[in-house]
């Protein structure tokens, strides 16, 4: 059999038998990477078969990942980056996360298939092939595995990041429990159901198990060990399906078993790794554990040594090293692990990734992708300025949105539209007559790719510039455009009396003359003037609206997203009053009291619908949302507008109520009625600060075209039936109308919970991200101890992340007679509580 055919029946083999596996589904961020030709990947690394172990020591030799990431094809498959998120969300699974169990695998191949158990195959093959299976068949981005073990026991580095970063290789469907966060995962080469793996194998196993153990902070041999699973929510719930959505959730499921698993040991019904005797593994690795616990490291060429401990890389001088071997390893190896040393480079400093050609730019303590070199050459950087990382202490650095051309470019995507970049987003030319009326060169629009033009957010069209005529296509009046309004010049005699042209004239479409507001009617001369004179003495700063500042706001408006709608469904809508319809803007309808109207499924367009009188509340027909206790409830009324629309983001079509936020809060339904009334206010000034906080960054979800889902992962939020069942919440609102907590002179991000246990925890230890990145978020530190006499419940400990305001224990301040404002400061750190509206 020839090789290429060896390789094809081996690619079929790992479709077929990965098929069967329940593996995490995860997506990432899509974005081009480019670069110089010395950016590529390291030079191929000649693999000798057989275990290999350095000089002196038993600790294993870990393969880099350019082993067989090794051509460009290969580096620009990679299509997930860990913390590659303009704000790592508290209720998305973290991408790096403290290591707590270390998985095996097998590769799960059918044996009757010739490729699988073949040791005729070069393993770097393998990987390659199950890379390219995982990254692109499965849509994850990467490979699944941190580590991979061949049949001559070689250890190859895996999924891209290093220690911590979270994998795609075991998720408990039956349960949402997603066992990817806080897990290193080991994939032995072959099937071994029914054989044993070769005794080269066990050995590497068993090296590798050791050093990830020590490296850790893990004992190999612990067998009750109790860590907190990230637990998803589950969706679509019927009688007998459901799925878990896999992009939220919390730290609220526990599993109590040995450090060292097999998948199978997790999660019920599967077979992975087989019979490999994980007993004998956890024996070797601990004999080998207390040896590697007296090693320090040192790569070579390099005088720095090394410990590495709790997953951290920190250097150890030479009056700290008695005791201790000190034992040479691949630097590759080392920059698995982060620095203890947090040196943080200043604002416009270029860096990148050893291993990778995308290159950042530092700001406020963050990353900003340059997406491509058109960029890097149009901001003038310079190419002999970049700062090489090793991947892991990159992702130090959080990422922030991706860098924009400089103002004043002209770009253009595949589409016919030109665009001009003004602060960072892109502006749609509406006209190419725009081109000569604003001296703009045809010879300077740049071509760009989808992902950098959907970098630069759509700004305002840009519109025609005053004194212009205009007409509709078939439409006989014409109009002058002033301030992007048109004016009616109602008469052939006032036409000519001012002076104008007909061949100045510009004939627009219906769609490119709705662009401009109508403006009052030009019947006379006079009626010319003093629209001039009106013009005229409003200066620029009139026209700019007044700046907000903190302490002097109107009251916001939230959106709220109520549901996505399932394709093919209608959206069925009334109101208790008179109520308006628009379709992309232009009037459908006006609906009487209590008359229906349906919206259809669409991705394409765009409704909005209005209440036309106060307190007017609409009602969802098609909407159920009734709750466990009382299937005769539908909280499917809302105040203020609804509106239909596509999101770009996560591509669907949602329904989305948007409310002044004191409206808002009277809906949010994670407190009792019957609660102490200080308690609930102090409920209430969090829930406002939490939404206030998205509303002000623009969204919980950085692109999403709402500030907040009405879901428990957000604020539990039910609108006006929740309202009319909790006149106490409803009355708490208004007694703290406009008060927020701040901190640093923002408002706080008030992350609460059902019950903390008993003492809060760190937000920066739970969510890890932003949470970790500055000291804007020190009120969240934790260690506050609930008051004594604190009623506690399990089921509440479980389903909590205990972080910020524990609801329990701030109940029990509220019954011992504490103020709102007492016990917001007595959870939230080093807050004030002021009325900012």
């Not at 580096?75 to 508290?90: A, C, G, M, R, V």
């Not at 290159?359 to 002999?384: D, G, M, Q, T």
């Not at 803007?585 to 229906?596: G, Q, S, T």
Request: proline fraction near 5%.
């Amino acid at each position: 059999m020839n090789m290429m055919r060896r390789i094809l029946i081996i690619s079929l083999s790992f479709i077929i038998c990965f098929l069967a596996t329940p593996l995490f589904l995860e997506t990432g961020v899509n974005f081009n990477i480019f670069g110089k030709e010395a950016w590529g990947a390291n030079k191929e690394l000649k693999v000798d078969f057989g275990p290999k172990t350095y000089k002196n020591s038993d600790v294993p030799i870990i393969l880099p990942r350019s082993t067989w990431e090794n051509s460009p094809d290969l580096i620009n498959l990679l299509d997930w980056y860990p913390e590659e998120k303009n704000n790592q969300e508290e209720n998305s699974p973290p991408d790096y996360f403290s290591i707590d169990r270390i998985i095996i695998h097998d590769m799960g191949c059918n044996t009757r298939n010739p490729g699988c158990n073949d040791k005729t195959v070069n393993p770097v093959t393998i990987i390659q092939n199950i890379y390219r299976y995982h990254a692109v068949t499965r849509g994850w981005g990467d490979i699944g595995y941190h580590y991979i073990i061949d049949y001559w026991g070689n250890i190859y580095e895996g999924r891209y990041g290093g220690n911590g970063v979270r994998g795609a290789h075991t998720y408990y469907d039956r349960k949402c429990d997603n066992f990817n966060v806080g897990s290193v995962s080991i994939l032995l080469m072959g099937n071994y159901e029914k054989t044993q793996p070769p005794e080269e194998m066990y050995k590497s196993l068993a090296r590798l198990v050791a050093w990830l153990s020590v490296t850790n902070g893990l004992d190999p041999t612990d067998m009750n060990h109790t860590s907190e699973i990230w637990h998803s929510p589950r969706i679509n719930n019927t009688k007998n399906s459901f799925k878990c959505d896999i992009s939220q959730g919390g730290l609220t499921s526990t599993y109590t078993g040995p450090v060292v698993v097999g998948h199978k040991d997790v999660e019920a019904g599967n077979s992975d790794p087989g019979v490999l005797d994980l007993s004998r593994v956890r024996e070797e690795a601990k004999t080998l554990y207390l040896k590697y616990k007296n090693y320090l490291y040192k790569s070579k060429n390099s005088s720095k040594v090394f410990k590495i401990t709790n997953g951290i890389r920190t250097e150890i001088n030479s009056g700290s090293r008695g005791g201790y071997k000190i034992i040479e390893i691949n630097k590759s190896q080392l920059d698995i692990f982060p620095s203890s040393k947090k040196f943080l480079y200043s604002n416009g400093t270029l860096v990148k990734s050893f291993t990778r050609p995308r290159v950042y730019l530092i700001e406020n303590n963050k990353r900003r992708p340059i997406l491509s070199e058109k960029i890097f050459n149009a901001r003038k950087f310079n190419w002999s300025k970049i700062k090489i990382l090793s991947d892991r202490d990159l992702a130090v650095y959080s990422l922030a949105a991706p860098l924009p051309f400089p103002d004043g470019t002209l770009i253009k995507g595949s589409g016919p539209e030109i665009y001009l970049v003004e602060n960072g987003k892109r502006r749609h030319i509406s006209l190419p007559i725009l081109f000569d009326k604003l001296n703009f060169d045809w010879n300077k629009v740049i071509q760009v790719s989808q992902t950098e033009l959907l970098a630069h957010p759509l700004g305002e069209k840009i519109l025609l510039p005053d004194n212009v005529l205009v007409k509709e296509k078939n439409s006989p009046p014409v109009y002058l455009i002033k301030n992007s309004k048109r004016y009616w010049i109602k008469s052939i005699n006032v036409f000519k009396r001012l002076g104008f042209d007909w061949k100045d004239i510009i004939v627009l479409e219906p769609w490119e003359i709705k662009d401009y507001l109508m403006g009052s009617a030009i019947e006379t001369v006079e009626d010319f003037a003093t629209l001039e004179k009106k013009e005229e003495i409003i200066s620029p700063q009139d026209k700019e609206p007044k700046p907000e500042t903190e302490n002097n706001v109107s009251e916001p408006i939230i959106r709220v997203g109520i549901y996505s709608v399932s394709p093919g469904k209608n959206i069925v809508i009334k109101a208790n009053k008179k109520y308006e319809v628009y379709k992309n803007d232009l009037l459908l309808a006006v609906k009487n009291a209590n008359e229906l109207i349906t919206i259809p499924y669409s991705k394409t367009d765009y409704y909005k619908i209005i209440s036309l009188e106060k307190d007017a509340i609409f009602e969802i027909v098609s909407y159920e949302n009734r709750p466990k206790w009382n299937p005769e409830i539908n909280d499917n009324l809302f105040r203020g507008n609804l509106e239909i629309k596509y999101s770009n983001k996560s591509q669907k079509v949602w329904v989305i109520n948007e409310l002044y936020l004191e409206d808002y809060l009277k809906g949010v339904a994670e407190a009792l009625n019957s609660d102490p009334l200080e308690y609930l206010k102090a409920f209430v000034v969090a829930a406002r600060s939490y939404a206030l906080f998205h509303i002000k960054n623009s969204g919980k979800v950085p692109g999403e075209i709402f500030h907040l889902r009405n879901w428990a992962f957000d604020q539990l939020y039910k609108g006006y039936g929740f309202e009319k069942r909790a006149p106490n919440i409803a009355k708490a609102v208004e007694e703290t109308r406009g008060i927020i907590g701040k901190f640093n002179g923002k408002v706080i991000r008030a992350v609460y919970s059902s019950d903390s246990g008993g003492v809060t925890k760190n937000a920066c230890e739970v969510f890890k991200g932003v949470f970790c990145e500055s000291s804007d978020y020190d009120y969240l530190k934790g260690g506050v101890k609930d008051p004594e006499g604190t009623i506690h419940s399990k089921s509440a400990i479980l389903a909590s992340h205990g972080v910020g305001m524990s609801s329990a224990g701030a109940r029990r301040l509220a019954e011992m007679g504490k103020t709102f404002e007492e016990i917001l400061k007595y959870y939230y750190l080093g807050i004030e509580v002021e009325k900012i509206y």
